[in-house]
């Protein structure tokens, strides 16, 4: 059964830093990221790991303050958060695309994973 649960979720003033954990039920995956949502809004691809080769991917508006890891030997994925704007508030979410991808995958499109967590609520004040 694959599960991924995400832990760290909280509420932060502005220019504060938070950790974003997720754990993965069993291993395997090609890719893994952190998407996050607001109310009314499609859901935003923030940060991706190619687990194979380590390669990281971000979206423009969270490079220099987030950083995507991934420890192979715990199965979890990471995601510190620095330097936290408003704009940040968001239910954020673990996802995975299990199986291999040779040709690689566009990450940042929600479609091309097919694991997802519960979500976990990050609020900037």
């Known amino acids: 059964h694959v599960q991924l649960v995400e832990s760290g979720g909280g509420s932060v003033q502005a220019g504060g830093s938070l950790s974003l954990s997720c754990i993965a039920s069993?291993?395997?995956?090609?890719?893994m990221g952190w998407f996050r949502q607001t109310p009314g809004k499609a859901r935003e691809g923030v940060a991706a790991?190619?687990?194979?080769?380590?390669?990281?991917y971000y979206v423009d508006s969270v490079k220099g303050r987030f950083t995507i890891s991934h420890d192979n030997t715990k199965n979890t994925l990471y995601l510190l958060i620095n330097n936290q704007k408003p704009k940040d508030t968001a239910m954020y979410y673990c996802?995975?695309?299990?199986?291999?991808?040779?040709?690689?995958?566009?990450?940042?499109?929600?479609?091309?994973?097919?694991?997802w967590g519960q979500g976990t609520q990050v609020t900037v004040s």
């Open positions: 069993v291993s395997g995956y090609s890719y």
């Open positions: 790991i190619c687990i194979g080769t380590g390669s990281t």
């Open positions: 996802a995975a695309r299990l199986g291999r991808t040779p040709y690689g995958i566009d990450w940042q499109y929600a479609v091309n994973y097919n694991y």
